[in-house]
């Protein structure tokens, strides 16, 4: 009876798929668990062996988790919206919904191959108006609803309008506009149109103008992770700014939210501290300082600080050069300067402006007044000041901050020669005696009492007022393209009008071209109907569908809701969730913002999507490297080389090669010069008659030929072994290098743990014998460590208990069916084709997938005896296994009895023994 694993995958594999075995329903008496992973973007490359890491570490724990009795949903879908597809799709001449569908297809075949549980009966594709249809339904929610502070929700916008039809809006600030004021009258008065402005200043979705990273060549805006060195990622092509109008989510409303949200949830520490920092709450100040300039356009400056007691010792104040006021500020002299830093700023990404060291900056020609002083601060333009922040403006303070100081020193601006900090307990400046006799008020204060003495002054000169701020801000929600949902929105005069319900989907319409449209538009604008209809023209970014899938999992075939209330209540919060940390203050931020949303609007009754997230590692490529000798077709061994750039002083050039033709560290030369035409005439220096390649851990990608086809791995070895190797590489956490060589030794485990069951010539090999005790302390041993392994996610030790468990079984000749079978549904979860033909095999009705999980009982592990370390006058001599329950008078007779023990007294009587019980044995004689 052979272990033929291909044949016995494919069966079973073949068997859950008619038998609909991982079909889970809503409506089940057993308590629930959902299981879900960051669903996947299906690209043309399709699966490598890093992808289904995750994959196969949820897909145990849901195996788990069914065995111990639970409903377990774990579904599967696509991200399948995005500009990658519509890159390749302009590149290559196929309708995005073409290579996408096809790209899906190939997803699968590669997922059902690694034997996932999945059921496939709920698959969602971003992309399908089915889905987006309630994409577009809750943009819609948002749309019509605003953020009641007071409350701290989000509800209605006609309670908004109702209030305003009232009062006015002196009891809702606006945020959109800080300095909105009206009245009930005012109100009254305002046209429609100016009314439908207003309370587009309020609504939760909203439209705007702002700068973004445009990319003419790929026709879209891209996100500032998207663009590198003023160039896209995709592609290298130039990004420039660009102002255009756009929607927005108000997800800054929910700062303080999200925040205390994350008290309750299990995230790592690392990712806790990730979102923490990105929404970056701070208290301060907004102060007004009065502006002295040539034009004279400007009356003040507005600047945000956390530190408002430093004001004494602002030396220059420093603009986001984005801001408007920018032109206000510069001088005819300066203007020249001005302009040409500006053009640099613009081909900058947020996040570049961010981490530059170097110092950059441009003098306006204007000037601050400090309102204490009447001292003249120059006003200068920096990239390192970012619009979005505050006010987009900071009073710079040398003396106290790091990098004001770098900056007052790089462009010789004069530092004042007094600290900001003049209060006890706060580091010294070197030159603090020197201080403005304006500050004495702060003299000897506590620094917390400084600021608050500062706030009350400057709002009691009208000059300023308390203000918290989040770095946070409210991301684009709009791209300048074609493959992605359309916005239910009409645009009549000017005013966005929203679709009725009964209108969606507004389905995507067929293009043949995916140029951009006149002024920065998406390619919608190129549709005569799409434009004669008013419809918006931009489509909604990638984040859009994967805000929500998950719930869309629990109801995924409902065409009157997103999601039934019965349904969502039922299956609520996800249990565990499965992706990596590249989506902390991305999809995971959103998705949380969503939720709370519609929580808020009473559609759902958990305000936090998951429960518990699991950030999985990465497993990385060894890539391999051939040595050429530059200007030739001559390729060195390794070894040869006296350093990696050089072979006997002539420059070697190091070249990535594709790992699938390396065996181990020998290069195929063969299958080399068949590779690629380049290496067609290649000749070998080779080491001992072979070619051997260098190796470095780096990210498995194509471009570094280091990736690995499940597939081929799958075929080679099995779904079950590739499944446990991918686990037996250590914590699912953290990343590791894959290596091929290494997942034979897992294969050679599982071929020793058929051989329990089976012989090749004898067939099935158990039997019904009474297990020993030595058995089942085995195997409840390996019960209480796999449960506890699993419920922890420590799936490399568990794959480790397993396999110390088939060796102590080997050594005992165990081939008992009341332990082997239980040994199996341990199993189930991490090799479940394999068990499953077993379980059958040994006679058992039914599947494996529904047998319980093993109960563990202490009994069978409790120790009923001990090797106690004997010792002669305090030196030990032997080792004495004996009972737990033995007593001074039977020790001293065993002890006297051993020939070792005897040996040592040398026919001397001991004068006593001393006996710790648990701990030792000394004969002293």
Same mark, same amino acid.
């Given at each position: 009876?052979e272990y033929s694993?291909?044949q016995?995958e494919?069966?079973?594999?073949q068997q859950w798929k008619?038998t609909n075995?991982?079909?889970?329903?809503?409506?089940? =008496?057993r308590? @629930?668990?959902?299981v879900?992973?960051m669903?996947?973007?299906? /690209?043309g490359?399709?699966l490598? !062996?890093?992808?289904p890491?995750?994959?196969?570490? /949820?897909?145990?724990?849901s195996?788990?988790k069914?065995l111990?009795?639970?409903?377990v949903?774990?579904?599967m879908?696509?991200?399948?919206f995005?500009?990658?597809a519509?890159?390749y799709?302009i590149e290559?001449?196929v309708h995005?919904?073409i290579s996408?569908?096809q790209?899906?297809?190939?997803?699968?075949?590669q997922?059902?191959?690694?034997?996932?549980?999945f #059921?496939w009966?709920r698959?969602?594709?971003?992309?399908?108006?089915?889905?987006? @249809?309630?994409t577009?339904?809750i943009?819609?929610?948002?749309?019509?609803s605003?953020?009641n502070?007071?409350?701290?929700k989000?509800?209605?916008i006609?309670?908004?309008?109702?209030?305003?039809e009232?009062?006015?809006?002196?009891?809702?600030?606006?945020?959109g506009n800080?300095?909105?004021?009206f009245?009930?009258?005012?109100w009254?008065g305002f046209?429609?149109k100016?009314?439908q402005?207003?309370?587009?200043d309020?609504?939760l979705?909203y439209c705007g103008y702002?700068?973004v990273?445009?990319?003419?060549?790929?026709?879209?805006?891209?996100?500032?992770?998207?663009?590198?060195?003023?160039?896209?990622?995709?592609g290298?092509?130039?990004?420039?700014?660009?102002?255009?109008?756009?929607?927005?989510?108000?997800?800054t409303e929910?700062a303080?939210r999200?925040?205390?949200?994350?008290e309750r949830i299990e995230f790592?520490?690392?990712?806790?501290?990730?979102?923490t920092?990105?929404?970056?709450?701070?208290?301060?100040?907004?102060?007004?300082?009065?502006?002295k300039?040539e034009q004279?356009?400007?009356?003040?400056l507005?600047v945000?600080?956390?530190r408002p007691?430093?004001i004494?010792g602002?030396?220059f104040m !420093?603009?986001a050069?984005e801001?408007?006021?920018?032109?206000c500020?510069k001088?005819s002299g300066q203007a020249?300067?001005?302009?040409e830093?500006?053009?640099?700023v613009?081909s900058?990404?947020e996040?570049?402006?961010m981490?530059?060291k170097?110092?950059?900056?441009?003098f306006?020609g204007?000037?601050?007044?400090?309102?204490?002083?009447?001292r003249?601060?120059?006003?200068w333009i920096?990239?390192?000041?970012?619009?979005?922040?505050?006010t987009?403006?900071?009073?710079a303070?040398?003396?106290?901050?790091e990098?004001?100081?770098?900056?007052?020193e790089h462009?010789?601006i004069p530092?004042?020669?007094?600290i900001?900090?003049?209060?006890?307990? !706060?580091?010294a400046n070197?030159?603090?005696?020197?201080l403005?006799?304006?500050?004495?008020?702060?003299?000897?204060?506590?620094?917390?009492d400084?600021?608050e003495?500062?706030?009350g002054k400057?709002?009691?000169m009208?000059?300023?007022?308390?203000?918290v701020?989040?770095?946070?801000r409210?991301?684009?929600?709009?791209?300048?393209?074609?493959?992605?949902?359309?916005f239910?929105?009409?645009w009549?005069?000017?005013?966005?009008?929203p679709?009725?319900?009964s209108?969606?989907?507004?389905?995507?319409? %067929?293009?043949?071209?995916?140029?951009?449209?006149?002024e920065?538009? $998406?390619?919608l604008?190129?549709?005569?109907?799409?434009v004669?209809?008013?419809?918006?023209?931009?489509?909604?970014?990638?984040?859009a569908?994967?805000?929500w899938?998950f719930?869309r999992?629990?109801?995924?075939?409902?065409d009157? /809701?997103?999601c039934?209330? @019965?349904?969502s209540?039922y299956?609520g919060q996800v249990?565990?969730y499965?992706?990596?940390?590249?989506?902390?203050?991305g999809?995971l931020l959103y998705s949380?913002?969503?939720?709370?949303a519609l929580?808020?609007?009473g559609?759902?009754g958990?305000?936090?999507?998951?429960?518990?997230?699991?950030?999985?590692?990465?497993?990385?490529? +060894?890539?391999r490297?051939?040595y050429?000798?530059?200007g030739? %077709?001559?390729? &060195?061994?390794? $070894?040869?080389?006296d350093?990696?750039?050089s072979y006997q002083?002539?420059?070697v #050039?190091?070249l990535?090669?594709d790992?699938?033709?390396?065996?181990?560290y020998?290069?195929d030369t063969n299958?080399?010069?068949?590779?690629?035409?380049?290496f067609a005439?290649?000749?070998?220096?080779l080491?001992?008659?072979?070619?051997i390649?260098?190796s470095?851990?780096?990210?498995?990608?194509k471009?570094?030929?280091?990736t690995?086809n499940?597939?081929?791995?799958?075929?080679k070895f099995?779904a079950?072994?590739f499944r446990?190797?991918?686990?037996?590489?250590?914590?699912?956490? &953290?990343s590791?290098?894959w290596d091929?060589?290494?997942i034979?030794?897992? %294969?050679?485990?599982?071929k020793?743990l058929?051989?329990?069951?089976a012989?090749e010539?004898?067939?099935?090999l158990? =039997?019904n014998?009474t297990p020993?005790?030595?058995?089942?302390k085995?195997?409840?041993k390996t019960i209480?460590?796999?449960?506890? #392994?699993t419920?922890?996610? +420590?799936f490399?030790?568990?794959?480790?208990?397993?396999?110390?468990?088939v060796?102590?079984? %080997?050594?005992?000749?165990?081939?008992?069916?009341? !332990?082997?079978?239980q040994?199996?549904?341990l199993l189930?979860?991490y090799?479940p084709?394999?068990?499953?033909?077993?379980?059958?095999?040994?006679?058992?009705?039914?599947?494996v997938?529904?047998?319980?999980f093993p109960?563990?009982e202490?009994?069978?592990v409790r120790?009923?005896s001990?090797?106690y370390?004997?010792?002669?006058?305090?030196?030990?001599r032997?080792?004495?296994t004996i009972?737990l329950?033995?007593?001074?008078?039977?020790?001293?007779?065993?002890?006297?009895a051993?020939?070792a023990?005897?040996?040592w007294l040398e026919?001397?009587?001991?004068?006593k023994?001393?006996?710790v019980?648990?701990k030792?044995i000394?004969v002293?004689?």
């Amino acid at each position: 009876m052979e272990y033929s694993f291909r044949q016995i995958e494919q069966k079973w594999q073949q068997q859950w798929k008619t038998t609909n075995a991982y079909k889970v329903f809503n409506d089940s =008496t057993r308590p @629930k668990c959902y299981v879900l992973d960051m669903f996947p973007y299906p /690209s043309g490359a399709g699966l490598h !062996v890093g992808h289904p890491l995750g994959y196969i570490a /949820s897909d145990i724990y849901s195996r788990y988790k069914r065995l111990k009795g639970y409903n377990v949903l774990h579904p599967m879908g696509y991200d399948a919206f995005g500009l990658p597809a519509e890159q390749y799709a302009i590149e290559h001449g196929v309708h995005p919904a073409i290579s996408t569908d096809q790209n899906i297809n190939n997803f699968r075949k590669q997922l059902d191959n690694i034997g996932f549980c999945f #059921d496939w009966d709920r698959e969602v594709r971003t992309c399908e108006p089915g889905y987006y @249809k309630w994409t577009q339904w809750i943009f819609l929610q948002l749309f019509n609803s605003f953020f009641n502070r007071h409350n701290g929700k989000a509800e209605p916008i006609s309670a908004l309008v109702a209030a305003f039809e009232t009062e006015g809006n002196i009891n809702h600030d606006c945020p959109g506009n800080a300095r909105l004021r009206f009245s009930a009258a005012d109100w009254a008065g305002f046209t429609e149109k100016h009314r439908q402005e207003i309370l587009m200043d309020y609504r939760l979705a909203y439209c705007g103008y702002g700068e973004v990273n445009w990319c003419e060549a790929l026709g879209t805006v891209l996100a500032n992770d998207e663009v590198v060195n003023g160039v896209s990622e995709r592609g290298g092509h130039l990004v420039i700014k660009k102002r255009l109008r756009q929607w927005y989510l108000r997800i800054t409303e929910y700062a303080d939210r999200l925040l205390e949200g994350l008290e309750r949830i299990e995230f790592s520490d690392a990712m806790k501290e990730m979102q923490t920092n990105w929404i970056g709450k701070s208290f301060g100040a907004e102060i007004d300082f009065a502006v002295k300039s040539e034009q004279g356009a400007l009356n003040k400056l507005r600047v945000y600080t956390t530190r408002p007691d430093t004001i004494f010792g602002v030396d220059f104040m !420093v603009v986001a050069p984005e801001l408007d006021i920018v032109e206000c500020l510069k001088s005819s002299g300066q203007a020249a300067a001005v302009d040409e830093y500006l053009d640099y700023v613009k081909s900058r990404s947020e996040r570049e402006r961010m981490a530059e060291k170097k110092i950059s900056g441009v003098f306006t020609g204007a000037y601050a007044l400090n309102p204490f002083d009447g001292r003249e601060i120059p006003i200068w333009i920096s990239e390192y000041v970012l619009a979005g922040y505050g006010t987009g403006a900071i009073m710079a303070v040398p003396c106290g901050d790091e990098r004001d100081h770098k900056f007052a020193e790089h462009f010789n601006i004069p530092i004042t020669n007094i600290i900001g900090s003049l209060y006890n307990g !706060v580091e010294a400046n070197p030159t603090k005696d020197a201080l403005l006799e304006n500050s004495g008020f702060l003299n000897g204060v506590p620094m917390r009492d400084a600021i608050e003495i500062v706030i009350g002054k400057i709002e009691a000169m009208g000059i300023g007022h308390r203000k918290v701020n989040f770095r946070m801000r409210d991301a684009a929600f709009s791209r300048q393209r074609y493959w992605g949902e359309p916005f239910p929105i009409q645009w009549k005069d000017g005013v966005a009008v929203p679709l009725e319900e009964s209108a969606l989907p507004l389905e995507l319409p %067929h293009v043949d071209s995916y140029r951009p449209g006149p002024e920065g538009e $998406g390619p919608l604008a190129n549709i005569p109907e799409w434009v004669a209809r008013e419809l918006e023209t931009n489509t909604m970014p990638g984040y859009a569908g994967s805000s929500w899938y998950f719930l869309r999992y629990m109801d995924p075939h409902n065409d009157k /809701s997103f999601c039934d209330r @019965k349904v969502s209540d039922y299956w609520g919060q996800v249990d565990l969730y499965i992706g990596g940390t590249e989506h902390a203050v991305g999809h995971l931020l959103y998705s949380r913002m969503w939720t709370k949303a519609l929580y808020d609007l009473g559609h759902i009754g958990f305000d936090e999507p998951y429960k518990k997230l699991v950030n999985q590692g990465m497993i990385q490529g +060894s890539s391999r490297f051939v040595y050429r000798l530059h200007g030739t %077709h001559t390729y &060195i061994s390794k $070894g040869l080389l006296d350093r990696e750039d050089s072979y006997q002083g002539k420059q070697v #050039d190091k070249l990535h090669v594709d790992v699938n033709i390396v065996d181990g560290y020998e290069l195929d030369t063969n299958e080399f010069k068949t590779w690629k035409p380049d290496f067609a005439d290649a000749e070998f220096i080779l080491e001992d008659g072979k070619y051997i390649c260098g190796s470095e851990v780096e990210k498995m990608s194509k471009s570094k030929f280091n990736t690995v086809n499940p597939d081929l791995i799958v075929e080679k070895f099995g779904a079950d072994t590739f499944r446990m190797y991918e686990m037996f590489l250590g914590p699912v956490e &953290i990343s590791k290098p894959w290596d091929t060589k290494g997942i034979e030794g897992v %294969h050679r485990f599982l071929k020793k743990l058929w051989r329990l069951f089976a012989d090749e010539e004898k067939g099935l090999l158990v =039997t019904n014998e009474t297990p020993t005790a030595a058995e089942l302390k085995v195997l409840h041993k390996t019960i209480r460590k796999i449960e506890e #392994d699993t419920e922890r996610f +420590s799936f490399n030790t568990a794959v480790s208990s397993f396999m110390i468990c088939v060796n102590e079984l %080997h050594d005992l000749k165990c081939r008992k069916k009341s !332990v082997l079978e239980q040994l199996l549904v341990l199993l189930t979860p991490y090799a479940p084709h394999l068990c499953e033909e077993l379980w059958q095999q040994i006679g058992n009705e039914g599947s494996v997938l529904d047998a319980g999980f093993p109960k563990f009982e202490e009994q069978y592990v409790r120790e009923s005896s001990k090797a106690y370390p004997v010792a002669i006058n305090g030196k030990t001599r032997t080792e004495i296994t004996i009972t737990l329950d033995a007593d001074q008078q039977q020790v001293e007779a065993i002890i006297m009895a051993d020939p070792a023990v005897v040996k040592w007294l040398e026919g001397k009587s001991p004068k006593k023994v001393i006996y710790v019980k648990n701990k030792m044995i000394n004969v002293v004689i």
